[in-house]
């Protein structure tokens, strides 16, 4: 028989981090706060479209 008395679940939170890239077409750097795997797609698919979506969803950059 258990006799754990943990009454909480544990919380899994996501890995954000703050990423500062250049900006080619406005000649100046941004800064994103990004979770890993956020990162991971600024990589592939590039800064300039990733800033594209981003803003498309109405969030200042």
């Known amino acids: 028989m258990s006799h754990s008395h943990r009454?909480?679940?544990r919380r899994f939170d996501p890995?954000?981090?703050?990423?500062?890239?250049w900006l080619p077409s406005e000649g100046r750097?941004?800064?994103?706060?990004l979770s890993v795997r956020g990162i991971k797609t600024v990589d592939t698919i590039g800064v300039e479209a990733?800033?594209?979506r981003?803003?498309?969803?109405?969030?200042?950059?």
């Open 7 to 9: 009454r909480t679940s």
């Open 29 to 33: 750097h941004v800064r994103l706060r």
């Open 54 to 61: 981003i803003r498309a969803r109405g969030v200042r950059v």
């Open 50 to 52: 990733a800033v594209a």
């Open 15 to 21: 890995n954000i981090q703050s990423k500062r890239s």
